[in-house]
């Protein structure tokens, strides 16, 4: 991965966790937390939407931040289920 991609990859992951954060409101995790889900909410987002739904939200930033949000809301979801027990 070149550096490009790596600050792109962390970019998007950040809006992406700030996002999923706000719109869960009380699940942000912080900056570096924000990160870490928006980044693993990209991986579940895409898995999700394009295997096991066949959608496709565009390719475009705009997309690729939409797909990262929807996949970091799933992994808030989870982490909730899992902070309740």
């Given at each position: ?20 954060g706000v719109i ?53 979801f989870l982490i ?5 027990n």
């Amino acid at each position: 991965m070149e550096m490009n991609e790596l600050i792109f990859t962390l970019i998007i992951g950040a809006v992406a966790g700030w996002l999923a954060g706000v719109i869960r409101h009380g699940y942000g995790f912080g900056l570096l937390g924000n990160i870490v889900i928006g980044i693993i909410g990209a991986f579940v987002g895409s898995w999700l939407l394009r295997t096991v739904l066949h959608v496709s939200l565009g390719g475009g930033l705009l997309g690729v931040i939409l797909t990262a949000v929807i996949g970091a809301l799933v992994v808030l979801f989870l982490i909730g289920l899992f902070k309740r027990n």
